[in-house]
């Protein structure tokens, strides 16, 4: 019966923890739902991308590299700065940066592949020159695979009043400059000309130090379907030239192939 199921999925990585909330809280050390989660991953052979702050993942390393063995996994950390006193701030119930980086330099020893989501950058406190070539430089050291990198949204509601009331207490000069860089938007994007600038600082820091700015392609390709690979492509091709501070209508073309049922 497990063997019928299998041949009735296709084989997409599953992606574990996100933006939303992490795959690795405390109550999981008791409950271990992501641990049986991932044995079904294996069960299943399907390949896994876990995104997490949480040093738990430790724990799970053995069924990893299984998974990795059979199908593929990576398991990346997300990040805002490498500084320590900063994430005190930003980031109260999180492990620290350092914590995060000798751990994923624990991973990779293992031979699993390893990211850094640079997600969010903070503006006017993680995107100065120093800081964001520290992040990207022990990226490097660590010997990580990729770097993702993304601006902070504020988004009208509890997201934008909680983090300007930690701005307030530690950051008050800044108030002002926020209040110019994002206007009022359903989406809490910042304004166009940061994103400019700041893409272009990434993609000169990312070249210095030869590290991918997107996940790398022998790490997916013989996974994904046509369909897929080309959205991964376009995508791609999006996000490099954005990065150059050009205009790029690839993620449109992505997202109308996403919805097509079959392309080949």
């Not at 994430?87 to 293992?110: N, Q, T, V, Y």
């Not at 790029?248 to 079959?262: C, P, W």
Request: hydrophobic share 40%.
């Amino acid at each position: 019966m497990a063997q019928l199921k299998k041949k009735s999925f296709r084989k997409r990585f599953i992606a574990i923890g996100g933006g939303l909330g992490d795959c690795y809280q405390p109550i999981e050390e008791s409950y271990q739902l992501t641990r049986k989660a991932l044995t079904l991953i294996e069960e299943f052979d399907f390949p896994v991308h876990i995104l997490t702050k949480s040093p738990l993942v430790k724990r799970d390393i053995d069924i990893v590299k299984r998974i990795n063995k059979k199908s593929r996994a990576i398991v990346s950390m997300s990040f805002f700065s490498v500084n320590d006193e900063i994430s005190k701030i930003f980031e109260p119930g999180a492990s620290s940066p350092s914590e995060r980086l000798r751990i994923l330099e624990l991973i990779k020893s293992e031979g699993i592949p390893c990211g850094m989501f640079i997600l969010s950058v903070i503006p006017f406190i993680a995107d100065k020159l120093d800081l964001l070539e520290d992040t990207i430089r022990c990226a490097s050291e660590v010997g990580l695979d990729f770097i993702i990198f993304g601006v902070m949204t504020l988004k009208e509601g509890k997201q934008k009043s909680c983090f300007l009331k930690t701005l307030k207490k530690y950051y008050p000069a800044l108030i002002l400059e926020y209040e110019n860089l994002y206007q009022e938007n359903k989406r809490g994007n910042a304004a166009n000309n940061y994103y400019q600038s700041i893409n272009f600082l990434f993609d000169k820091m990312v070249k210095r130090f030869k590290i991918s700015p997107r996940i790398l392609p022998g790490l997916y390709w013989e996974i994904h379907e046509e369909n897929d690979l080309i959205i991964v492509i376009l995508e791609h091709l999006a996000c490099l030239l954005k990065m150059k501070g050009k205009e790029a209508h690839y993620s449109y073309a992505a997202y109308s192939i996403s919805k097509l049922k079959n392309l080949f």
